[in-house]
């Protein structure tokens, strides 16, 4: 079994899960489900020395306190961080750029919900001897429900430990073509997480996004190392045009693999999907905090001090946080980041 | 036209308007429609000297503070303390024992919203003019709903002023047969509002309960005068037993009447009711601090400091107050009291 590399990747604001992650801790950094925050269980998942080398951190200025104070266990952890955000590739190329060419990279978001820890681990493994064979693998998450807010991968040929090529990757869909694909069954979702080698990634960018390629490049030649924290150079990164790894190369490259993954995935995309991950009684009730609930069903409360008292609600999120207090409905529950609250930090 | 005597009555600890209703300050010393409280609205209705001579106002110790603080405008206003809560009979029978004989009474309670003060003024001359002759009338408030929190009246025959002798007094009824009293028309609801001479009263009382009667006078003449706070003797008054002027008197005098009045009435029995009172947009919704609401209808908001932000509700309302959040649905309202924070105040 080929050693992995975790590259964890540390950006994003999470605004439809305000006004608890917020512009100053955002999402990765909080106890969403269970006691660890996201990215305390996104480096636990890493962890096995058996199976993990120590992993790279990729992130902002903005974020490095949190990562720092959250990291302190994981032995000999690495943090790039990023002069500004460019979106996936590039951040992705930074750690690439630093690694050994044969190094497998499996690059995980901080942000997302795992249940089934002994599956991602299978999943890693088997796209990891992708990888090694010198495959792109993209993790196709079980499609589950007719989600319009994921991209969707198409199986194609079967390959080697359980993968499939990529037959094509499908832009978010709207309610009717999400309902054909999951009848379909050939779909899953793209979760975001990727496994190759170093090297690979690193000449597929330079096939298909060759200035970025170039400038991460001088970027790394040109950054500092500071103990555990390497800064890329700002002027050369700052020049990169944002894009993500799904765009700059998966979609491009003709290596492209997928690894079917049921593993109780979860996007934690707002609060009616973290109220889904959480453990609920008979009624589908969740509650943190002090509450109180009287004919409710599928009622999600979160408060940070004041008591909820709630009679005759159903399928409702309530969120009491210093002085916002946030009520919606599961239909509401994408919107959030539109309220002036979300979008003014 | 006879003048007036305004006497108001605040008890009562409003627990269906909890958290904002506390014991500590309940809901007739509240802002809950407009600027002022329901007492001082219920004061500036009777506050015309050609219609009304200066105000009694019947309250407990505990209300004492709020009742001087809010009533520094009227002129002439006199106190009477009650001892102890013994419901409405005793605290109308302790103003009536201070009066002479041929005054009227209006026996106002002081915790519900009048929006058509004209129509009140007028009913209240209409009251007058019965109870100048020997009539113990009732306010029948115009029924609009099968309301089943209220009792009901039923007209009899036509008597002077477009009064009616009262046929008989229903009890709270259920859902069916509120219905049945709307179809039929002849039902009012019974509002609390009563107006007699005080020497009828009290010859009423003699003959329906002469033991309250003897309690009353006895706590009276051993009373205390203090300004304008009349304390009566607590020992006697202990010694009554909880009546209101229905059981005690309207339900068994022969001369009972009714005037009807169709004056914008709410007894502002819960936050629904409350929230029916209050001005609301084109979609229902009234917010009283700070708040934002999207895709929302019917939805109140009340709020004494926090941002609420709301996604997607339909009838309900939410109040913040201090450490306490309350969420309710239009059709659990009237459940409020018996939310853990209500009862354990």
């Known amino acids: 079994m080929p050693v992995i590399t975790p590259i964890i990747l540390c950006g994003g ?21 269970g006691e660890a925050t996201l990215f305390e269980a996104t480096l636990a998942r890493c962890a096995d020395p058996a199976v993990f080398a120590p992993p790279i951190v990729v992130t902002g200025r903005d974020h490095l306190e949190h990562v720092t104070a959250q990291s302190q266990v994981a032995a000999g952890l690495q943090i790039i961080v990023e002069p500004a955000a460019r ?32 599956a991602f681990i299978g999943a890693a493994q088997s796209a990891a001897a992708l990888a090694a064979d010198g495959w792109m693998v993209a993790f196709g998450i079980e499609a589950v429900s007719p989600e319009t807010g994921f991209g969707y991968i198409l199986r194609g040929t079967a390959i080697d430990h359980g993968g499939y090529r990529i037959e094509r990757f499908v832009e978010k869909p709207d309610r009717d ?16 997480i990727f496994a ?21 490049r001088k970027s790394v030649s ?28 998966m979609e491009n490259t003709s290596r492209a ?18 109220h889904e991950a959480r453990s609920r009684d008979a009624a589908g009730n969740s509650v943190t905090g002090k509450a109180e609930l009287i004919d409710c ?13 709630i009679i005759g609600l159903q399928d409702v999120v309530v969120v009491v946080d210093g002085n916002e207090v946030l009520i919606v ?17």
């Not at 899960?17 to 999402?27: D, N, T």
């Not at 979106?87 to 997302?112: F, G, Q, Y």
């Not at 069903?297 to 008292?309: A, I, K, L, Y």
């Not at 409905?329 to 979008?343: C, Y």
Request: some cysteine.
């Open 13 to 33: 604001s999470g605004t439809r899960l305000w006004p608890r992650s917020r512009a100053v801790k955002p999402k990765p950094f909080l106890p969403l489900v």
């Open 87 to 118: 979106n996936t590739a590039p951040a992705v190329a930074l750690a690439a750029a630093r690694l050994p060419a044969e190094a497998i990279m499996l690059v995980c978001p901080s942000d997302h919900y795992i249940g089934d820890r002994a």
């Open 177 to 192: 073509r999400a309902a054909q694909f999951l009848a379909d069954g050939g779909y899953s979702w793209n979760g975001g």
């Open 196 to 216: 190759f080698r170093a090297g690979d990634y690193l000449t597929e960018l330079e096939r298909y996004r060759p200035e970025m390629a170039r400038l991460v």
């Open 222 to 249: 040109e950054g500092v190392q500071d103990g555990a924290q390497f800064y890329p150079d700002a002027d050369a990164f700052a020049a990169i045009e944002r894009e993500s790894v799904d765009y700059a190369v």
């Open 257 to 274: 693999a997928v690894i079917p993954a049921d593993m109780g995935w979860s996007d934690i995309g707002n609060w009616t999907a973290l």
């Open 297 to 309: 069903s599928n009622v999600m409360v979160e408060t940070d001090g004041p008591r909820v008292s």
């Open 329 to 345: 409905s599961a239909a509401g529950a994408q919107q959030v980041g539109k309220l002036n609250g979300a979008e003014n930090q």
